[in-house]
């Protein structure tokens, strides 16, 4: 089945720098890959997410890029701030049409001021 | 604003005591999902609702049940409540089975005692 290798676990940078996260995925027929940020006991939200046709989908400052090839995705965080501090999860659902997200182990990204 | 709406936020119980998580929504979604996340862990889906229609996963345990009484509300019943059931439970939709954004509620966080 369908397995998402996230990283890395956890990921410190300095306010004003970027941030990447990476992930993997196993099924090549997946087509949808959505990022989450869930802060401390909330639920987690939906960033941005990006389909298998497209390469790039940037918003503000988060951009998703995709590379089927190499069956990988990556979360850019440009200009981190503060709030940006949280956990991140990549998902994957695979084959098309289907209901189920497989998660990424999750990131959590601490922005220091 | 439409959203989904998870009551309680916080749920103690004691251990084998039954207890009931609600969730609503006024989005008109078609698809309602319950997910487990232990601490520092990705959600984990135990099943999910086509409209009427129950999905169990294959691991959900059959302490865990659920009831969509109308399109608004889904409620998790947890039968008999075990230490290792703590967790935070969290809800979410998705307007189609195919249509594969999900929108999460802010989760209820269940203690046992």
């Known amino acids: 089945g369908e397995n998402v290798e996230q990283h890395p676990s956890t990921l410190s940078v300095q306010e004003g720098d970027s941030a990447v996260i990476k992930c993997t995925y196993s099924d090549s027929a997946s087509n949808y890959f959505p990022w989450y940020k869930q802060e401390l006991g909330k639920g987690p939200q939906l960033i941005i997410d990006?389909?298998?046709?497209?390469g790039e989908k940037k918003d503000q400052r988060i951009a998703v890029t995709l590379n089927k090839t190499a069956k990988h995705f990556s979360l850019h965080i440009t200009e981190t701030q503060p709030e940006d501090s949280a956990v991140y999860f990549c998902a994957a659902t695979p084959t098309s049409g289907t209901y189920k997200y497989i998660f990424g182990t999750g990131t959590r990204l601490k922005v220091l001021a | 604003d439409a959203m989904v709406i998870q009551n309680p936020r916080y749920q103690v119980t004691q251990f084998g005591k039954p207890v009931t998580l609600s969730c609503s929504q006024t989005?008109?979604?078609?698809?309602m999902y319950w997910y487990q996340q232990k601490s520092s862990q990705a959600p984990k889906l135990l099943f999910h609702?086509?409209?009427?229609?129950?999905?169990n996963e294959a691991d959900t345990p059959d302490n865990f049940q659920s009831r969509r009484p109308n399109t608004s509300f889904c409620f998790l019943d947890i039968r008999s409540p075990g230490l290792g059931d703590a967790a935070m439970y969290l809800c979410?939709?998705?307007?189609?089975?195919?249509?594969?954004?999900?929108?999460f509620g802010p989760g209820t966080r269940l203690t046992v005692l």
């Open positions: 609702y086509y409209d009427k229609d129950f999905n």
């Open positions: 990006i389909r298998s046709n497209v």
């Open positions: 989005l008109n979604h078609n698809v």
């Open positions: 979410a939709t998705s307007r189609e089975r195919w249509d594969n954004e999900q929108f």
